[in-house]
């Protein structure tokens, strides 16, 4: 499968798996799980996607955004629509990253970071990752998170799958500086 058409088609998969099951007429089970097989029927009706280029997709895909398990296939994190992924709560590091935009700093400095239309807040371990994810939004700028003290404040933190913390919010007084790029 062609690089285009392999992202063209891994996008299509969040947009049904993350945000809107509903278009192509499926619901998400326990945990957001479902049926390969229903999932590819359904799918077919807008793109066609084979179970070997489901396959290529998902196991191929350097953030592991979905999980196979079984005959099942999930969205490993960033849904809108409600999902109870049963993320046990951890302790994070002392500090998490944050990638946004220059443009979107001055309403997290009034607000804090919200999770937005997503069921969490997204954080990474490493600046590179947040990075990345600013770069998506507009001019990256990465904010320092002191997760540690959220922490002891009472926030609950989890880790999906592939390795994205998350939380519900981040106060301001946690942002603990910005890194502009």
């Known amino acids: 499968m062609e690089k285009k058409d392999r992202i063209r088609k891994s996008k299509f998969l969040s947009f049904i798996l993350r945000h809107s099951p509903e278009y192509i007429g499926i619901e998400l089970g326990l945990e957001g799980w479902v049926d390969i097989d229903t999932l590819l029927e359904k799918c077919s009706v807008v793109i066609n996607i084979t179970r070997e280029e489901l396959e290529e997709i998902v196991f191929s895909c350097d953030k592991q955004r979905f999980s196979i398990k079984d005959r099942m296939i999930r969205a490993n994190q960033g849904h809108s629509t409600e999902v109870d992924m049963r993320f046990k709560p951890l302790i ?90």
């Open 92 to 181: 994070p590091p002392d500090e998490l990253y944050h990638g946004t935009s220059e443009t979107k700093t001055k309403l997290i400095y009034q607000k804090g970071i919200l999770r937005m239309n997503r069921q969490y807040v997204h954080l990474s371990v490493d600046e590179e990752t947040a990075k990345k994810v600013g770069k998506r939004h507009g001019y990256p700028c990465i904010l320092v998170v002191d997760s540690e003290k959220m922490y002891k404040d009472g926030f609950r933190f989890y880790l999906s799958e592939n390795e994205v913390w998350m939380t519900e919010y981040v106060p301001v007084y946690c942002i603990k500086k910005t890194l502009l790029i």
